[in-house]
């Protein structure tokens, strides 16, 4: 039994889709957030970049005494999974493993199609997790840049988006694949537009829901769960809060204040 | 006279459209370059942090001995020239001043349009410049996010910038500008789009080429001009650097090779 938080970082706001799951799940739980909001987006960087970037993160999350890192982000998990699990000795928990678990369960035809950052993709992590499950299922990847972007502007349901989903989906389509991972924590806003696009018969696979599956199956089997139902929550940023409380609303699905702006030490 | 190299900064490739011009402008002259691609990009960051950058930014080229900072980024522009120049004694060089000069003078009607981040276009950098040139110009501004990802992702001629420009462009065509300030050093590589979109009655203004001349004649009023012809330049990035080399072609209008990784010192 742990009263500690819980500890979860991201380059920006694309984690609170995470945290918003993780809350619903485990309400009574406390958490620490952090985003690194003067050094986003991750996905455009160098695999070295992310990992540093990832182990500054982590080390601020374990001076505030967490009982365990949650990497809200796919380019962080998909590249700096080894290097946090060596360095620090707390449960590390990543959004790759459960969504290609997921993936790998609710293909029928054995075609999986996967989107994310330049950097998730170039890592290969989900067709590599994806195969751990079962070595069968072919992977089609495709990087999707200007998702972040649409998204962080409002326009997930724009005319924008639309084309912007067909222009990069349809690579995919033509590969007949019949679940789509959405290899971003961003992507989740744009699942309307996506669902559009690449049809009823695709089935969208979300992360979230299954990372905070997780993160409850974790805190039990190594037993950290709270004795007392608690349901704090602190936000840290490495920027001005105003942008990351201003868009982050519409990825937590509630008001963001209170958020305080922090410096992460070099590593 | 100095043989020291001339300094330019950016928080990544966009500055690549500035150094092209200077480089056609004074061939000449020795360059050291740095792309801050490790925390690219500034356009969506607070001024602090911007500032805190920039600072950094500069101490760097001026650890390389340059004679003179140009900064190639309209973000950095807006917020940082008061503290560079408090912190260093040698000329210091934005692209804000340059293209308001040339907006002024290129309007007719005195209606001027500008575009450019989110951190520009809030900075109010360009309307305070532009007005010390005439204050009688009305000027109209608008933030367009997209256009960065979009130039980077390559499809600045792509319909997808298109439908964006349009979405982003039709609240200033109402105010009928006849001038529009690129406020952005990524904005060059749209500018067929743009055009586009505004119609030729609208002149398109490119900081580069005045901020170029600019360059010129500061370094022949301070004195600072070359004896000897020699024209190296040296590339310095923070991430490593195979993006930069990849996606800066465009942006620089010829290859890009030998660019080598740095550390920034924090400050």
Same mark, same amino acid.
């Given at each position: /039994?742990?009263?500690?938080? +819980?500890?979860?970082?991201?380059?920006?706001?694309?984690?609170?889709?995470?945290?918003?799951?993780?809350? %619903?799940?485990?309400?009574?739980? @406390? +958490? *620490?957030?952090?985003? @690194?909001?003067?050094?986003?987006?991750?996905?455009?960087?160098?695999?070295?970049?992310?990992?540093?970037? &990832?182990?500054?993160?982590? #080390?601020? $999350?374990?001076?505030? %005494?967490?009982? /365990? +890192?949650?990497?809200?982000?796919? =380019?962080?998990?998909?590249?700096?999974?080894?290097?946090?699990?060596?360095?620090?000795?707390?449960? *590390?928990?990543?959004?790759?493993?459960?969504?290609?678990?997921?993936? #790998?369960?609710? =293909?029928?035809?054995?075609?999986?199609? *996967?989107?994310?950052? !330049?950097?998730?993709?170039?890592?290969?992590?989900?067709?590599?997790?994806?195969?751990?499950?079962?070595?069968?299922?072919?992977?089609?990847?495709?990087?999707?840049?200007?998702?972040?972007?649409?998204? !962080?502007?409002?326009?997930?349901?724009?005319?924008?988006?639309?084309?912007? &989903?067909?222009?990069?989906?349809?690579?995919?389509?033509?590969?007949?694949? @019949?679940?789509?991972?959405?290899?971003?924590?961003?992507?989740? $806003?744009?699942?309307?537009?996506?669902?559009?696009?690449?049809?009823?018969?695709? %089935?969208?696979?979300?992360?979230? !829901?299954?990372?905070? %599956? /997780? *993160?409850?199956?974790?805190?039990?089997?190594?037993? $950290?769960?709270?004795? !007392?139902?608690?349901?704090?929550?602190?936000?840290?940023?490495? @920027?001005?809060?105003?942008?990351?409380?201003?868009?982050?609303?519409?990825?937590?699905?509630?008001? $963001?204040?209170?958020?305080?702006?922090?410096?992460?030490?070099?590593?």
């Amino acid at each position: /039994m742990s009263e500690r938080a +819980i500890g979860v970082f991201d380059s920006g706001v694309g984690g609170l889709t995470v945290l918003k799951e993780i809350i %619903r799940q485990l309400p009574e739980e @406390d +958490i *620490v957030y952090l985003g @690194d909001t003067a050094r986003v987006p991750y996905g455009t960087k160098s695999p070295q970049t992310v990992v540093r970037y &990832a182990l500054e993160a982590a #080390a601020f $999350l374990v001076r505030h %005494r967490v009982k /365990m +890192i949650v990497v809200a982000c796919n =380019t962080a998990s998909s590249v700096a999974l080894p290097a946090l699990a060596e360095r620090f000795s707390l449960p *590390v928990i990543g959004v790759i493993e459960p969504g290609a678990r997921k993936a #790998a369960a609710e =293909t029928c035809i054995g075609r999986v199609g *996967v989107i994310g950052t !330049e950097g998730t993709v170039k890592s290969a992590a989900y067709t590599a997790a994806i195969h751990r499950f079962n070595p069968d299922i072919e992977v089609f990847s495709r990087p999707c840049p200007l998702f972040v972007p649409l998204a !962080e502007e409002g326009w997930a349901d724009h005319p924008v988006a639309r084309l912007t &989903a067909e222009e990069y989906l349809s690579p995919l389509k033509s590969h007949e694949i @019949d679940a789509l991972v959405l290899g971003c924590t961003h992507y989740p $806003l744009l699942k309307n537009t996506i669902r559009t696009v690449v049809g009823e018969s695709v %089935r969208l696979i979300d992360s979230a !829901e299954e990372t905070a %599956r /997780m *993160v409850a199956a974790t805190l039990k089997s190594s037993g $950290l769960q709270r004795t !007392e139902p608690s349901g704090k929550r602190a936000f840290f940023v490495t @920027d001005v809060p105003t942008r990351f409380e201003k868009v982050g609303g519409a990825f937590l699905g509630s008001i $963001l204040q209170g958020v305080e702006q922090v410096e992460l030490d070099w590593i």
